[in-house]
């Protein structure tokens, strides 16, 4: 603090506060401006110093402080991939080069405590907790310190994880990712890498199985699928996907078809039958599954475990694999159905009644848009609807309903607490003759709806759609403008 006397009359003191750098700042320009001095000792630095000089060095550049940091992280994971805004090979290798000289020793280093590599786009509450002026241990057992955790020092070194995300496109394999499985191929031995989720745009089946060859396929808890394979692709990727054993959620779209030979039935068999290994599967979808046209059933029997969510989209099936949906066990506790896009126009209503019937008691989320369900079909499900008491979100868009039957559905709905998100289609008494949807007649039948709300005494929001039937399109929401409806009544 320093204080000086101002001349003049009524002398003032005019007093500023000077503050000096933190011994961190002073150990930070020291290691940063001659690098020379990182590879000294680095074992008696306090470990709250290691997050924040860390990050000066990765967004300097300064190879070699990252390089021997690395050699004394104090931490069990270091969660590099929360730092990479935009990838760097340089400090990328200059952390991969650190990780060699610990792979190379036989003992690890009595400071380091590294054991994870994570290069996922997470971490950043790790380096926001340690760069703050107030500095305390994370309370993630993951990022803590793990000096009192003697029992995994003393055990063998196990070996090295690496966490990444795996979003394979051909497209998109830049120098980062190619230096990254370089890398891992040589050091199989020594180093685990290990992914969450695996997704797939576009990529050969060949450079697909390179690639996984490098991972711990049992680490892999959700694999998306987002590219169009032949039927012959899938049974080819079906081994590695067996091989999935905690895989809880698997999203597969777009898998083509042609005539469905023996060669072809032996590929769904091959592909199904891995789902027999896939004990932890919770959630489903499936886009365009056309191999599954009346072979649901292959499917069905050869899952292991009750589903949360089950997605059949945008594709043909038959009575009979309705029918054998409605039976199948591991469905009963259904949180999620989605049938969108599904020709339902001409079953027997009391199928889809069945299956409602046997999710009621856990069903939240239930979606049949564009599946041409016509008004016997929905009225034959009321009953069943009515019963769904978890039920939160309901969409029934792009069908042909009329408006005696949406008065039905509001009623039948009305008792159920925790729905709030309700999709309906416009009434087929909206369209003319020559499909042309009459804005003044949707307001009239705007109008009966709010009517038929406010009768009914309960607060409620239900969203309208006036985009075509199925039979005149297939896109929801397609019109210029969506209708809300809000009714909101006083208790």
């Avoid at 396929?217 to 694999?223: F, Y």
């Avoid at 009239?444 to 005149?472: K, Y």
Wanted: net charge neutral; glycine share 4%.
């Amino acid at each position: 603090l320093r204080t000086r006397r101002l001349s003049g009359h009524g002398s003032r003191i005019r007093m500023s506060v000077w503050n000096p750098p933190r011994l961190l700042d002073l150990v930070g320009m020291s290691l940063l401006r001659d690098e020379a001095l990182a590879f000294a000792p680095l074992g008696d630095l306090p470990t709250e110093f290691f997050p924040p000089l860390f990050m000066e060095a990765f967004h300097g550049r300064h190879s070699e402080t990252l390089k021997a940091m690395v050699q004394a992280w104090p931490f069990v994971r270091l969660p590099l991939g929360g730092l990479m805004e935009m990838p760097h090979v340089g400090t990328l290798q200059a952390v991969l080069d650190g990780l060699d000289v610990l792979l190379a020793q036989k003992d690890c280093p009595r400071r380091c405590k590294l054991r994870v590599l994570d290069l996922r786009n997470t971490g950043q509450d790790f380096w926001s907790t340690w760069s703050g002026s107030n500095v305390r241990v994370s309370s993630s057992s993951s990022m803590a310190p793990v000096a009192e955790d003697r029992s995994r020092t003393e055990q063998p070194l196990a070996p090295l994880e690496v966490f990444i995300e795996l979003c394979l496109n051909e497209g998109t394999m830049d120098e980062f990712f190619i230096y990254l499985m370089q890398w891992v191929e040589k050091r199989k031995a020594s180093i685990h890498l290990c992914c969450k989720k695996l997704k797939i745009l576009s990529m050969s089946m060949e450079n697909i199985m390179k690639v996984l060859s490098m991972v711990q396929l049992d680490c892999i808890q959700e694999v998306q699928v987002n590219c169009t394979w032949h039927l012959s692709t899938l049974a080819v990727f079906a081994p590695l996907l067996g091989q999935m054993g905690n895989v809880q959620r698997l999203l597969l779209s777009h898998i083509h078809v042609s005539a469905l030979d023996e060669q072809e039935q032996q590929h769904v068999v091959q592909i199904t039958s891995q789902f027999l290994r896939l004990h932890h599967l919770r959630d489903l979808r499936m886009e365009s599954p056309s191999f599954l046209q009346g072979r649901l059933d292959k499917m069905l029997r050869c899952l292991k475990t009750p589903l949360e969510n089950l997605a059949i989209t945008h594709c043909l099936i038959t009575e009979s694999d309705l029918k054998h949906l409605s039976q199948c066990l591991n469905i009963r506790q259904l949180k999620g159905l989605d049938l969108s896009g599904v020709p339902l126009t001409g079953f027997s209503p009391e199928l889809l009644q069945v299956l409602l019937e046997k999710v009621a008691a856990t069903l939240q989320e239930l979606d049949l848009n564009l599946c041409g369900i016509m008004d016997c079909q929905l009225e034959a499900i009321l009953p069943a609807l009515s019963h769904c008491s978890q039920l939160r979100t309901f969409s029934i868009c792009g069908n042909l309903l009329s408006m005696a039957i949406m008065e039905k559905l509001l009623r039948h709905t009305d008792g159920l607490p925790t729905l709030i998100l309700e999709l309906y289609p416009a009434p087929r008494e909206s369209y003319s003759s020559q499909r042309i949807l009459h804005p003044g007649r949707l307001a009239q039948l705007q109008a009966e709806l709010i009517e038929i709300m406010r009768n009914l005494g309960r607060p409620r929001t239900i969203w309208i759609s006036s985009s075509p039937c199925p039979r005149w399109g297939n896109e929801i929401f397609c019109h210029e403008k969506t209708i809300i409806y809000c009714c909101f009544v006083p208790p």
